[in-house]
């Protein structure tokens, strides 16, 4: 009753002008409804392009270089090298990410890999033993690494900088001293098939590489143990204090990270058809890059599967068109380490926002 009589009151005593001051505060709330609504629409055009950045970024780069290098770079020839020789990375880095999910660093992925191969190579061409074993001695090293590492990491507290640092410098000891610092040449017919053969033009490693990222996106997004993983990454003692059994989940990471870069290893061997003792080096910071990279794109902030199928490609396309315009070979390396310390810079500096 007194909002009533409070409105006749308004009436009785509106003025002409003050009709009209009234009219437009009644029309008021109508722009700022669609300035809100800008707004709305501009924060959602802006988290879409922060999501996809990398992915336009490859877009451009394939229209940009398809522009410059007509007659080389758009041709199915390249396309097939491209992607077939960057599947053993995309491997190698899908299980790099499981370590770096749960906060921790394995600087062993790439000693991994290259003893794998060596010990396949050695098994099956010096020791003749069948395929079969010889694949599976390669990958079960990598899954004895990876526990190893996590014994050391989780059990003894030891960092995981300097365990994997050393372990990686055990194992590339050892593989020079299993290949008697040679190249071992003659894989398996076998292995080279599963390894070399093409599907619809396309190598058959570029199809493991799609298949383990769809296992892993499945995982990370869709299982209670990919939230735990990412949980345990971003809080470790508030997740240990909700109940999650937190060093089981980084020791069982770092056995992912060991035994897929031991299958990287043995995918290497058939994609070459040789083992070099020295290969596992070359990994190192490409697979970090694409790692790091891969964080800020598809799933900003986490480490996640087709962030880092992209962003391997985004570095491949970027080395291979550089090289194809006549760049040198040390392109690659100040590609790859740009790209890191990029990747790595932006993700610190979205941070911070949330950080205040």
């Known amino acids: ?57 490859l877009v451009a780069m394939v229209v940009l270089f398809s522009l410059l290098l007509p007659e080389t770079f758009p041709t199915v020839a390249n396309l097939r090298t491209i992607t077939g020789t960057q599947a053993v990375l995309i491997v190698l880095t899908l299980g790099l990410t499981a370590t770096l999910a749960v906060g921790e660093f394995d600087l062993s992925f790439g000693a991994v890999l290259g003893f794998s191969s060596t010990l396949t190579a050695v098994l099956s061409v010096e020791h003749g033993w069948s395929t079969v074993p010889a694949v599976l001695a390669g990958v079960v090293a990598g899954t004895v690494v990876g526990s190893i590492n996590g014994f050391f990491v989780v059990r003894l507290g030891i960092s995981s900088l300097i365990t994997t640092l050393g372990v990686s410098t055990i194992l590339t000891g050892l593989t020079l001293a299993v290949s008697h610092q040679q190249v071992i040449s003659g ?57 999650l059994r937190v060093d089981a989940i980084r020791w069982g990471a770092f056995i992912v990270t060991g035994t897929v870069s031991g299958l990287a290893g043995v995918l290497t061997f058939g994609t070459l058809g040789s083992a070099d003792p020295n290969i596992g080096g070359t990994y190192l910071l490409p697979a970090f890059a694409a790692a790091f990279l891969g964080a800020t794109t598809i799933k900003p902030g986490r480490m996640n599967a087709w962030g880092t199928v992209v962003a391997v490609y985004v570095l491949v396309v970027g080395v291979t068109g550089l090289q194809l315009l006549g760049g040198a070979g040390w392109l690659e390396q100040v590609f790859n380490g740009s790209a890191l310390v990029l990747a790595v810079t932006f993700a610190r500096i979205v941070q911070r926002p949330n950080q205040s």
């Open 187 to 243: 894989a398996p017919q076998l292995l080279v098939d599963l390894s070399a053969d093409q599907l619809f033009g396309l190598p058959y490693p570029v199809y493991y590489g799609m298949a383990l990222a769809a296992i892993a996106w499945y995982v990370y997004e869709h299982t209670p143990l990919g939230r735990y993983v990412y949980f345990t990454g971003e809080g470790r003692e508030v997740a240990r204090l909700s109940g």
């Open 1 to 57: 009753m007194l909002f009533s009589r409070q409105q006749e009151f308004g009436r009785s005593v509106m003025t002409p002008t003050a009709a009209n001051t009234a009219h437009e505060a009644d029309a008021g709330p109508v722009p700022a409804a669609a300035g809100a609504t800008t707004r709305f629409s501009s924060a959602r055009v802006a988290a879409f392009t922060y999501r996809y950045m990398v992915v336009f970024v």
